[in-house]
Structures are given as structure tokens and as C-alpha cells.
């Protein structure tokens, strides 16, 4: 492993994960590239370049903008031609040429939008980074799958691509066997508790710029709390509208019986909670823009009861009493 390495993300967590695996590995001189997808995550560019993890923050396009570039039928058949296109329009990817190998490249859950970086770096080592539940749950493509993309010479998702040299994860255990054997634990909880204070301001700084984690402002100690960790489920076709999500969050509703209930959004919802629930004067809706796991920062913060549909920040969360998990499996026949 190189001393600096180059981190592709699309999400808060992602970028959380990459922060504690600088930390973990004392890694130098990185990067971090952010791939369209979340709302507004193009926001936190400024603080993050302020940070001492990375020495430059890059936006990327996503898949919808690299599909419109390439046009339909090179994106299917000739996917790979997307590196020059990309380079053509990005002066800051221009710039970090496949023939410096003095960097290695942290993949955050490899999708066809990350391909980019597959292809033009094939001289470097490839490193996944894990996703939540999507990384233990997705199973290994069939040989028809692994045949036809062969063909196309189009990357494998989720890490089981042949190029993804190892892949980092919280329970390396629960992997599938096919990213399991290329496995190497993610110590990322050790690691936030470990971190120096002033690291600890700085990493809380760079997702919440304005606001205050304090426990006595937002969080103020004399009140029961619960809180709800939502999802994309109308988003991401998990249930068929918004009606039965909301549904869904207003049971956790009725049976948090706190004092305080937190609504933290995941960032790619489209849902406005402050709309849906501005009657209830107990609801306080978090920032989309932090992961979750910052909570845990707050010595003094108690929840009662956490609920989520499937969201493995529910898993990440410390400072809880009661944990209402639905799962994954719960929405099978919906």
C-alpha cells in the first residue's frame, strides 16, 4: 500500500469512512474525488478542503451526466472511452495522470459510475470500501452476468471485480465468500473514538459548518429523545410510493413516547420532513449532510429508542437504548 491514495465517494458516509481509514493507515497527500449522485453534496467542498485529510477535493460527474456525454450506445458498448471524455471536460482529473503511481485508489462501493477510475488507473492497486448493508447483502454475479460484461469490458459492481484488490469492511466476516477472501477489517469505530480533540472539531466542522452538535443546544439533556434514521425507500423503488414511507415513520411516530423525536434524512431523500410533521412540536429534523455516526461524539447524548427500516446507521449508534430494526427482508413483499 502506497503512503496516499485517491478516495471516490457519493455519499457523507462514504466520506466519514474514508476520513477514519486516513486516520487508520497515517495515510498523506490524498484526494478525494466525489461522484454526483447526493443533493448537494457538492456543499461541503469548501470545508473539506480545509481539512487535513485531503489536499484537494474534485467533483465528478455522475452516471446520468456520463451517460448524456458519451451518448447511449458508447456508454453500452465502449464504456471505456469515458476516461477521455471525462478528462476532456475535468482540468482537475486531467491533471493526475494513470502513469503517476505513487497514490492508490479507495473505491467506495463500486458502481458504473466509479469505472472511470478502473480503467484509467490499471497500474495501481484498487481498494474498496464498504457500503453499509448493501455491500453484505448484494451476491456475487451470475456467469452469464461476469460473460456478457467480459465482452464489453465492463467492471464488475459491488467489488467482486477482479481489479478490486482488497476490500476494507466493518464485519468482514458477514461478507459474501467472493469479497470475503479479498477481505481486511475496517477498524472506523476505534478510530473515531481515538481521534484527538481537535481532530474531533475539525471532522464535525467539515459536515456541519453552521450548526451546533451540542448536547445542550440541539440535544438539551433533560428531555427523552428518539430518533428516526430514514431512507431513500420511495427513492429507491423499495416501496411503490411516498405515502407508505411516510406511513411507515409515522408508526415509529407513535410508538417513540419521548419527550423529542429526531428525524435524521438520509441525504438523497426528496421527502421534506419539516413539511410532513410541522404540526408535532416534538419533531426536530437533523441535517442531511452528516452521517450519523457523529453522534456518537456526544458523550451525553442518551436516545431511548432508535428506528429505521434497514439503515445500518442504526447499527453504528452507541448511545441508544432500544433498537427497532425492521430489516431488509420485511419489505420483500411489498
Given at each position: 500500500m502506497k503512503s496516499k491514495g485517491i478516495f471516490v465517494i457519493t455519499s457523507v458516509y462514504h466520506i466519514l469512512l474514508s476520513i477514519l481509514l486516513i486516520e487508520e493507515?497515517?495515510?498523506?497527500?490524498?484526494?478525494?474525488?466525489?461522484?454526483?449522485?447526493?443533493p448537494d453534496i457538492?456543499?461541503?467542498?469548501?470545508?473539506?478542503?480545509?481539512?487535513?485529510?485531503?489536499?484537494?477535493?474534485?467533483?465528478?460527474?455522475?452516471?446520468?451526466?456520463?451517460?448524456?456525454?458519451?451518448?447511449?450506445?458508447?456508454?453500452?458498448?465502449?464504456?471505456?472511452?469515458?476516461?477521455?471524455l471525462i478528462d476532456k471536460k475535468n482540468n482537475s482529473l486531467n491533471n493526475i495522470k494513470a502513469s503517476d503511481t505513487s497514490f492508490d485508489i479507495y473505491i467506495c462501493s463500486p458502481d458504473s459510475a466509479k469505472n472511470?477510475?478502473?480503467?484509467?488507473?490499471?497500474?495501481?492497486?484498487?481498494?474498496?470500501?464498504?457500503?453499509?448493508?448493501?455491500?453484505?447483502?448484494?451476491?456475487a454475479p451470475k456467469t452469464f452476468k461476469k460473460i456478457t460484461s467480459a465482452l464489453v469490458n465492463r467492471?464488475?459492481?459491488?467489488?467482486?471485480?477482479?481489479?478490486?484488490?482488497?476490500?476494507?469492511?466493518?464485519?468482514p466476516e458477514g461478507l459474501p465468500l467472493e469479497l470475503k477472501v479479498k477481505s481486511e477489517k475496517l477498524n472506523w469505530k476505534q478510530t473515531l473514538k481515538n481521534l484527538e480533540t481537535d481532530k474531533l472539531s475539525l471532522l464535525s466542522l467539515a459536515f456541519l459548518p453552521s450548526t451546533s452538535l451540542s448536547e445542550g443546544g440541539l440535544f438539551p439533556l433533560e428531555k427523552s429523545k428518539s430518533i428516526i434514521i430514514t431512507q431513500t425507500l420511495n427513492e429507491d423503488g423499495v416501496v411503490d410510493n411516498e405515502s407508505?414511507?411516510?406511513?411507515?415513520?409515522?408508526?415509529?411516530?407513535?410508538?417513540?413516547?419521548?419527550?423529542?423525536?429526531?428525524?435524521?434524512?438520509?441525504?438523497?431523500?426528496?421527502?421534506?420532513?419539516?413539511?410532513?410533521?410541522?404540526?408535532?412540536?416534538?419533531?426536530?429534523?437533523?441535517?442531511?449532510?452528516?452521517?450519523?455516526?457523529?453522534?456518537?461524539?456526544?458523550?451525553?447524548?442518551?436516545?431511548?429508542?432508535a428506528f429505521t427500516a434497514f439503515s445500518t446507521a442504526i447499527d453504528n449508534l452507541d448511545n441508544v437504548n432500544t433498537k427497532i430494526n425492521l430489516g431488509h427482508t420485511y419489505f420483500n413483499d411489498m
Open positions: 493507515r497515517k495515510l498523506k497527500n490524498n484526494t478525494l474525488v466525489i461522484v454526483e449522485i447526493t457538492e456543499t461541503l467542498i469548501d470545508g473539506l478542503k480545509r481539512t487535513p485529510w485531503f489536499d484537494d477535493v474534485i467533483l465528478m460527474i455522475g452516471r446520468k451526466k456520463q451517460k448524456e456525454l458519451a451518448g447511449k450506445l458508447t456508454y453500452t458498448i465502449n464504456r471505456k472511452k469515458i476516461v477521455q472511470y477510475f478502473i480503467y484509467k488507473y490499471k497500474n495501481h492497486n484498487k481498494f474498496m470500501v464498504e457500503d453499509g448493508l448493501k455491500t453484505y447483502v448484494t451476491t467492471p464488475l459492481v459491488n467489488g467482486f471485480d477482479k481489479k478490486i484488490n482488497k476490500v476494507f469492511a466493518t464485519n407508505i414511507k411516510l406511513n411507515l415513520y409515522r408508526n415509529f411516530v407513535n410508538q417513540a413516547n419521548t419527550d423529542l423525536i429526531y428525524i435524521k434524512p438520509h441525504p438523497r431523500e426528496l421527502t421534506n420532513y419539516e413539511t410532513v410533521f410541522k404540526d408535532d412540536e416534538r419533531i426536530i429534523v437533523l441535517p442531511k449532510l452528516f452521517p450519523a455516526e457523529l453522534l456518537n461524539l456526544l458523550p451525553n447524548l442518551k436516545f431511548e429508542k
